[in-house]
């Protein structure tokens, strides 16, 4: 979802994925799409990755996350977002020099304060 709607801002986006059928959905960034198991400093640098101003590493798997996230920081990319799913992760992330997030505890607070105010709808912050 982030990168389709990335890519409908007429942004240019890269996505690496290992399920060709994940990439298959979002038809609007094909062009750059790559499935692969491989995330090494190769296969990144292969697909590009090092001519990004920005990359954003949303891996569910920790030691995949951590070492993919080196490896972009590595190839020299000025801006890198990582996904944490809990401190531990996300203090590892900043150490190798990512801004985290946290996706999941984001969502969870907004849904709790929408369920806890009748009148709120949505937020953002500034």
Same mark, same amino acid.
């Given at each position: =979802? +982030?990168?389709?709607?990335?890519?409908?801002?007429?942004?240019? $986006? /890269? #996505?690496?994925?290992?399920?060709?059928?994940?990439?298959?959905?979002?038809?609007?960034?094909?062009?750059?799409?790559?499935?692969?198991?491989?995330?090494?400093?190769? =296969? +990144?640098?292969?697909?590009?990755?090092?001519?990004?101003?920005? $990359? /954003? #590493?949303?891996?569910?798997?920790?030691?995949?996350?951590?070492?993919?996230?080196?490896?972009?920081?590595?190839?020299?990319?000025?801006?890198?977002?990582?996904?944490?799913?809990?401190?531990?992760?996300?203090?590892?992330?900043?150490?190798?020099?990512?801004?985290?997030?946290?996706?999941?505890?984001?969502?969870?607070?907004?849904?709790?304060?929408?369920?806890?105010?009748?009148?709120?709808?949505?937020?953002?912050?500034?």
């Amino acid at each position: =979802a +982030l990168a389709v709607t990335l890519a409908e801002s007429d942004n240019d $986006v /890269i #996505v690496m994925d290992r399920e060709e059928s994940s990439i298959r959905e979002s038809e609007i960034i094909q062009n750059y799409a790559f499935v692969t198991n491989d995330l090494s400093m190769e =296969a +990144l640098r292969e697909a590009g990755i090092h001519n990004c101003d920005v $990359v /954003i #590493v949303c891996i569910g798997k920790i030691d995949t996350s951590i070492l993919t996230t080196l490896n972009v920081v590595s190839l020299g990319v000025p801006h890198v977002i990582a996904k944490a799913i809990s401190r531990d992760q996300g203090a590892v992330l900043e150490k190798i020099g990512a801004y985290v997030v946290y996706p999941e505890r984001d969502m969870a607070l907004r849904l709790g304060k929408q369920l806890v105010s009748r009148n709120f709808l949505d937020y953002i912050s500034l």
